[in-house]
């Protein structure tokens, strides 16, 4: 224990130094180009110069070589806590480490087809090994410490242009999409092992645990249990419409075996995933161009109903409610989504999400949300003459549904929450970070976030869990 102290110190010595460092750098080392993209993994683009990552990257617009490392360091005091079960977040202080390795590849073939690959190397841990909060406090957590550390392909998909009109728009570039420009209208095609969140959902100001917000439940849509493995990804095919102002997406996708589990399903007539989302692009204020986006979802896999489990229990069937206690099955479970981004400035922007599911099923494949609802702002440091620095403040608050409730509050275990018993609130977070430029390609942040009712749990808490954060852009 004492070891584990002193290491957690020195890390936590390491990063804030990097953190009170960065901002005495002179601003002269701020790269006037675009700060990194918002869709993680999304390093600077290739024709940025070398303020922004460590080494250059390939002069050639055909080939896509680049690396990071995220390393979280996240600590929790002491928290009141009458009670405690199977799932709950340890009420002791504690601490813990977590680190993401990538290397993104691609080819473009030529200017309508490409392959892209990523692989990945994780290791660490989350506080409390990300059991007993709906809203994780780390984006970057695999949710089953058992898992292997070998280092694994996270992405390798097919990416295929249909042109649908003569005219182009110049286009960034990213680890997602290499070409420099594209049709503006056009057919995407993506087919291969990818991340929904990827495509789906995404926001400027909030879909990055990179450089932004690390929680669960604000870099994504809590009520939205998107298809995936326990890393969070899967096998799907994808077609994406793009005009001027809007776009709608689709995809078709695997589910896991079971809930949180690393093994997809490929039988198709048993277990998928449809997910639809419609994008659309509006001037509200002079070149400032809002965009929202409507998302909706259905699941079919092997999920239990929480009304069954406890009438089964009431019923003296199982000892307490046991999600998991059916033959095989095919239930399904959808919801729907809505994410806002409205740009102040050039440099400030608002942006908001909200979602909802039918509550019914269990949650399974993401986290244990039926409802959600979440407001934030995030800024860069241009007014501060820190162009590649990142700022930003949220708050969140996450719901279950009465059935939902009433399983938890039985002694029911889901794959994240389970107190035992449960005396029900919402789950309200607030977060707010700053990433500091410190050089070429290291960024430094600090971060912080306060939940109230950890778990749906008024029993409990509140938590306030201090984070720093070391990336790295090669």
Request: hydrophobic share 40%; charged share 20%.
């Amino acid at each position: 224990m004492r070891h584990r102290r002193i290491q957690f110190a020195l890390h936590f010595l390491t990063l804030a130094a990097l953190c009170l460092v960065a901002p005495l750098h002179l601003h002269a080392q701020d790269s006037p180009d675009k700060a990194p993209g918002q869709s993680a993994p999304a390093p600077p683009d290739d024709s940025a110069t070398d303020a922004s990552t460590l080494f250059p990257h390939f002069a050639s617009d055909r080939i896509w070589l680049s690396g990071q490392a995220n390393i979280i360091t996240q600590w929790h005091p002491a928290f009141r806590s009458p009670y405690q079960g199977p799932n709950s977040l340890s009420p002791e202080a504690q601490d813990a480490s977590s680190r993401v390795l990538t290397l993104l590849a691609g080819f473009r073939f030529d200017t309508t087809s490409e392959i892209l690959l990523d692989l990945q190397e994780t290791g660490g841990h989350g506080i409390g090994e990300a059991l007993g909060l709906a809203g994780f406090t780390n984006l970057d957590v695999v949710r089953n410490p058992t898992i292997s550390k070998a280092p694994y392909v996270a992405r390798l998909m097919w990416h295929q242009i249909i042109p649908l009109s003569a005219e182009k728009a110049p286009s960034e570039r990213t680890p997602f999409s290499l070409f420099r420009e594209l049709p503006v209208r056009r057919l995407e095609i993506r087919f291969g092992k990818l991340s929904l969140a990827d495509f789906f959902d995404v926001n400027t100001y909030g879909s990055d645990s990179n450089f932004q917000f690390m929680n669960w439940t604000l870099d994504n849509n809590g009520a939205y249990d998107y298809a995936a493995d326990t890393r969070g990804y899967t096998y799907a095919a994808m077609v994406e419409y793009d005009d001027r102002h809007w776009a709608l997406r689709f995809a078709e996708t695997l589910m896991p075996k079971v809930a949180n589990g690393l093994n997809l399903d490929a039988d198709l007539a048993r277990a998928r995933s449809e997910n639809v989302e419609l994008e659309l692009n509006h001037a509200f204020f002079p070149h400032r161009e809002s965009v929202v986006r409507f998302l909706g979802y259905a699941n079919h896999a092997n999920m239990g109903i929480y009304s069954v489990a406890v009438a089964s229990f009431l019923a003296g069937n199982t000892p307490k409610p046991e999600i998991t206690d059916h033959s095989l099955q095919t239930t399904t479970k959808y919801g729907f989504g809505v994410n806002l981004e409205q740009p102040l400035t050039a440099w400030l922007g608002l942006f908001s999400r909200w979602g909802w599911n039918e509550g019914q099923h269990e949650s399974y494949a993401y986290t244990e949300v039926d409802e959600t609802v979440q407001i934030g702002a995030g800024a860069q440091g241009t007014p501060w003459k820190r162009k590649l620095d990142h700022a930003g403040l949220a708050f969140i608050s996450n719901g279950i549904s009465r059935d939902h409730q009433q399983y938890l509050a039985l002694g029911g275990i889901g794959f994240l929450l389970g107190d035992g018993n449960l005396n029900y609130g919402r789950e309200n977070i607030v977060e707010a970070y700053y990433t500091a430029h410190v050089w070429r390609g290291i960024f430094a942040s600090f971060d912080v976030q306060h939940i109230n009712n950890p778990g749906y749990n008024r029993d409990r808490g509140p938590l306030t869990a201090p984070a720093l954060r070391l990336h790295l852009e090669f």
